[in-house]
């Protein structure tokens, strides 16, 4: 029995998501691992699409249980230290490369913000971190990409070290 | 307002979190300050990047100075142009070309591949034109042998236009495989580019005109290769559609 009911292109939209997601230049460097991988993640979601009908609200809630199976996925990798090297990776678009060369945790919020197009307080409800925090990740993760491909953020002090902190 | 604060607001601004007083605000630091503009410019871009990079529709661009939570159509999109339009149409007159193209492509029916191929093209240029080439070279030959090792199948692509110099080349994510855009600037340093997929399923589709406020493209497809030139309406980016439209 499924957990959750979505529309059918919000299944796509997570499936998307998720392809995006586990795609990185350690653990899954191959389209079709890739593939298998979401597919299962996505099955023990318990998310069932249904082409028509309402949408329901769990949306944030889904993509939340997807976050979390794929980091206990991760955990239970034996991490090679060595990157793993892929013809496909070396085929992507430079952007695709830049994200997949994110840290998990920015990787992750940066997709769900550009690519799932959560609001910030969705996001953080997603991946269950304050929303301060949440903001602190985008700020990293667009930086980082942005120097990942070349591109110049202006003077000093805008584009270098990050200018927010995590109070704790 | 501080630097970190305005930091937040821009993310918050690209992702269209802010309320409407907090984004009419932050359009006025936006209007004094270059390095906030170049911030937004490039989350906005990498935002349009990974929606291309990881196959979802592009999220409407929103220009500054207009609600950016409005999910307004893009004011800059492209809309099907006629040969006989003059180079400057009035709004009007976008008006009814686009009435035109629901006429031609009514709701329901099947759509024009030359549309969306036109709107991946806009999108990618957008984007992508100013990230850094995969194949640097202005040699129309070394960049042709370099596609060709890319797309197979590839025939012989004339990669010159009036008034354009050839930069170079780089992948871009297609619509069913991995297409190339081939990448050129104009006299003022503008880009414009002709962008290749390879659709051996795709029949053949005589050249089609679409025009924005500031952009032109001309898409088709021919011999299982779909192709789509865009670039600024003064570059003659138009040239460099394989086939010209009739």
Request: glycine share 8%; hydrophobic share 45%.
């Amino acid at each position: 029995m499924p957990i959750a009911s979505v529309r059918t292109d919000d299944a796509n939209d997570l499936r998307r998501f998720g392809l995006a997601l586990v795609r990185d230049e350690r653990l899954v460097t191959d389209d079709q691992a890739a593939a298998r991988l979401v597919d299962k993640l996505i099955r023990q979601c318990g998310v069932a699409p249904v082409v028509e009908g309402p949408r329901r609200g769990g949306r944030v809630a889904v993509y939340s249980r997807f976050v979390e199976l794929y980091r206990r996925h991760v955990r239970r990798m034996t991490l090679d230290e060595e990157t793993a090297w892929s013809e496909s990776v070396a085929r992507s678009s430079a952007i695709a490369c830049g994200v997949r060369a994110l840290p998990l945790e920015l990787r992750e919020t940066l997709l769900l913000v550009g690519l799932a197009r959560f609001t910030h307080a969705e996001a953080a409800q997603a991946l269950d971190v304050p929303l301060p925090r949440l903001l602190e990740r985008l700020e990293r993760g667009r930086c980082r990409l942005a120097q990942h491909m070349g591109v110049d953020l202006g003077a000093p002090g805008w584009g270098g070290a990050p200018h927010l902190r995590v109070i704790k | 307002m501080s630097d970190a604060r305005r930091a937040l607001d821009a993310h918050a601004y690209v992702d269209g979190c802010l309320s409407a007083a907090d984004r009419d605000a932050f359009e006025v630091a936006l209007a004094r300050d270059f390095r906030l503009r170049a911030r937004v410019d490039a989350w906005r871009s990498q935002n349009e990047a990974m929606q291309i990079a990881f196959g979802a529709a592009p999220r409407p661009r929103v220009a500054v100075g207009r609600p950016s939570n409005e999910n307004k159509p893009h004011p800059l999109a492209l809309r099907r142009a006629t040969r006989a339009a003059p180079s400057r149409p009035p709004a009007g007159a976008l008006a009814i070309v686009a009435l035109l193209a629901l006429t031609v492509w009514p709701s329901g029916g099947p759509a024009d591949p030359r549309a969306a191929l036109a709107e991946r093209a806009e999108a990618a240029l957008r984007s992508l034109a100013r990230a850094p080439l995969d194949f640097v070279s202005g040699d129309p030959q070394a960049v042709a042998a370099w596609l060709a090792g890319r797309l197979p199948g590839l025939g012989e692509i004339p990669l010159h236009a009036s008034g354009l110099t050839l930069l170079g080349a780089r992948l871009v994510p297609g619509r069913a495989e991995t297409a190339a855009m081939v990448v050129f600037e104009d006299a003022v340093g503008e880009r414009a580019g002709l962008l290749l997929e390879r659709d051996d399923a795709s029949p053949d589709w005589p050249s089609l005109v679409w025009r924005s406020a500031d952009l032109i493209a001309v898409s088709g497809a021919s011999g299982g290769l779909d192709y789509a030139a865009v670039g600024p309406r003064a570059s003659g980016a138009a040239a460099l559609a394989l086939h010209p439209p009739r």
